[in-house]
């Protein structure tokens, strides 16, 4: 079964100069993007995307950088999508992230770890409704 997940390229990455480099991983894993765009995120939307943290002490610094710059959001494609994207992006402290990972290869910090992926396909629903219409998804 074809399944898809949500992925941000965050303002860190996108500051870097590692767009074209993080698309082609993610090209390379075998995803298909379905939906994807460049935009910068409002502190409100950045609150309102990740108010699911909103109690934990990270939350403000969080939405701060996440609004610091522009992302590109973006929905991919392939079976088992959530669960195979987590693995190519690698865990959220760079430090700790497997050689070859997204993460490993282009973040600089726990913080600002050059990536979002959603951790449930429940999630990637509600994360690629946040940015794309249906209208938008192809």
Same mark, same amino acid.
């Given at each position: 079964m074809? !399944?898809?997940?949500?992925?941000?390229i965050?303002?860190?990455?996108?500051?870097d100069g590692h767009?074209?480099?993080?698309?082609n =991983?993610?090209?390379?894993?075998?995803?298909?993007?379905?939906?994807?765009?460049?935009?910068k995120?409002?502190?409100?939307?950045?609150g309102k995307?990740?108010?699911?943290?909103? *109690?934990r002490?990270?939350?403000g &610094?969080? /939405?701060?950088?996440?609004?610091?710059?522009?992302?590109?959001?973006?929905?991919? &494609?392939? =079976?088992?999508?959530? &669960?195979?994207?987590?693995?190519?992006?690698?865990?959220?402290?760079?430090a700790?992230?497997? =050689?070859?990972?997204i993460?490993?290869?282009?973040?600089?910090?726990?913080? *600002?770890?050059? /990536?979002?992926?959603?951790?449930s396909?429940? !999630?990637?629903?509600? *994360?690629g409704?946040?940015f794309?219409?249906?209208? *938008?998804?192809?």
């Amino acid at each position: 079964m074809t !399944n898809r997940t949500f992925t941000m390229i965050k303002p860190d990455a996108v500051e870097d100069g590692h767009i074209g480099a993080i698309l082609n =991983d993610i090209n390379a894993a075998g995803f298909r993007i379905v939906a994807m765009k460049y935009t910068k995120l409002s502190a409100e939307q950045a609150g309102k995307f990740y108010e699911v943290h909103q *109690e934990r002490p990270f939350y403000g &610094e969080l /939405v701060s950088f996440m609004s610091s710059g522009p992302i590109v959001a973006a929905i991919l &494609e392939k =079976d088992h999508a959530v &669960e195979d994207f987590r693995k190519l992006i690698g865990a959220t402290n760079p430090a700790n992230a497997e =050689d070859g990972t997204i993460r490993k290869k282009f973040a600089r910090s726990i913080g *600002e770890n050059a /990536v979002h992926g959603s951790d449930s396909n429940e !999630n990637a629903a509600i *994360e690629g409704s946040f940015f794309f219409s249906a209208l *938008e998804q192809f």
